[in-house]
Each structure stands twice: as structure tokens, then as C-alpha cells.
């Protein structure tokens, strides 16, 4: 024989919190990240303009920081001075610029460049930022000797840009 069975209470019912206090407070926090991101990513982005574009836009950015990126022509650098002058292109317009600074070994006739800085009435730009475009190529040396080639043709580039 069983033992009487004690009747069963029927389980509490929980009150049912009203989610619409965290869904006001994810929206918000979302709403606050975006901002933080995407406000201060907007502030901190810099584009460039080409010779050609600030040419065609010069009266607007006249006497502002500018940032303009072409290629490198007429390199002319004293390494005792830091002195430096050249002229960047697009092809379509040429500007000089005028840098004083330590210039990296990758800044060279040809290359890609950026730089920062003003011009002045007679449209010389005055850069005090150089930002020199570097081959997308990197290679690791698979040997020994395709390391020692590879130290060699940089040592032999570097004397002839000397």
C-alpha cells in the first residue's frame, strides 16, 4: 500500500518584468557606440586631393591644411640641411613643394606620395608631413641565399640613389 499523496500546490506564477526598460536602454547604448565610432572616424579621416583637384578647388582650400598625393618629380635634397624640394604631379597639374625634414629611403623620382601642409601666394606648397607610398610587395626569402641576393640588390639600390 502507497501512502497518501499530499496534494500538489500549484507553482507560483512569476511576475512578468516588463522588458521595455532594456529595450530602451540596448537602443541607447547602441545609438551611443554608433556615435562614439563613426563621429569620431569621421573627424579623424583626412583625404587628399590631386594637383588637378586643388587646382580646380583652390580658392576654397586657400590658406587651409590641405593634404595633396601625386607622384614624385624633380627630387633635389641636402642631407646636411634636410632640405627639400620637389615637385608632385597627377599628370595633368604640377605643384613644387618645399619640406624640411629627415626623408625616408623610399622617397624617390617616380613614387607615390602624400603630404601635408599649405601653400602660399605664389602656390609653392609647404609640407610638414611626408607620407611616401612603399611597395605592396613583401616577399620572405625562402633560403639562405635568396636572403644574401636580396640584401645585396638593396645595398646595390641604395648606393646608386647615393
Given amino acids: 500500500m502507497s501512502a497518501p499523496s499530499s496534494p500538489q500546490l500549484p507553482q507560483a506564477r512569476r511576475r512578468r518584468k516588463n522588458p521595455l526598460p532594456y529595450v530602451l536602454a540596448g537602443v541607447a547604448l547602441a545609438g551611443l557606440?554608433?556615435?562614439?565610432?563613426?563621429?569620431?572616424?569621421?573627424?579623424?579621416?583626412?583625404?587628399?586631393?590631386?594637383?588637378?583637384?586643388?587646382?580646380?578647388?583652390?580658392?576654397?582650400?586657400?590658406?587651409h591644411t590641405v593634404r595633396i598625393g601625386g607622384l614624385v618629380r624633380a627630387v633635389k635634397y641636402d642631407r646636411n640641411s634636410l632640405d627639400l624640394n620637389f615637385n608632385v604631379t597627377d599628370g595633368s597639374a604640377t605643384?613644387?613643394?618645399v619640406?624640411?625634414?629627415?626623408?625616408?629611403?623610399?622617397?624617390?623620382?617616380?613614387?607615390?606620395?602624400?603630404?601635408?601642409?599649405?601653400?602660399?601666394?605664389?602656390?609653392?606648397?609647404?609640407?610638414?608631413?611626408?607620407?611616401?607610398?612603399?611597395?605592396?610587395?613583401?616577399?620572405?626569402?625562402?633560403?639562405?641565399?635568396?636572403l644574401k641576393d636580396m640584401l645585396k640588390n638593396a645595398k646595390d639600390a641604395n648606393a646608386e640613389g647615393q
Avoid at 563613426?38 to 587646382?55: C, D
Avoid at 623620382?109 to 605592396?136: M, Y
Fill in 95 to 97: 605643384f613644387p613643394v
Fill in 99 to 146: 619640406y624640411q625634414g629627415a626623408v625616408s629611403d623610399l622617397f624617390k623620382e617616380n613614387q607615390g606620395v602624400v603630404v601635408r601642409g599649405t601653400f602660399n601666394a605664389q602656390n609653392v606648397f609647404h609640407a610638414n608631413e611626408l607620407i611616401v607610398k612603399h611597395s605592396e610587395e613583401y616577399r620572405i626569402p625562402r633560403s639562405q641565399s635568396e
Fill in 33 to 63: 557606440l554608433t556615435y562614439i565610432i563613426f563621429g569620431n572616424l569621421a573627424q579623424s579621416i583626412e583625404y587628399f586631393v590631386t594637383p588637378t583637384e586643388y587646382k580646380a578647388q583652390a580658392a576654397n582650400l586657400q590658406g
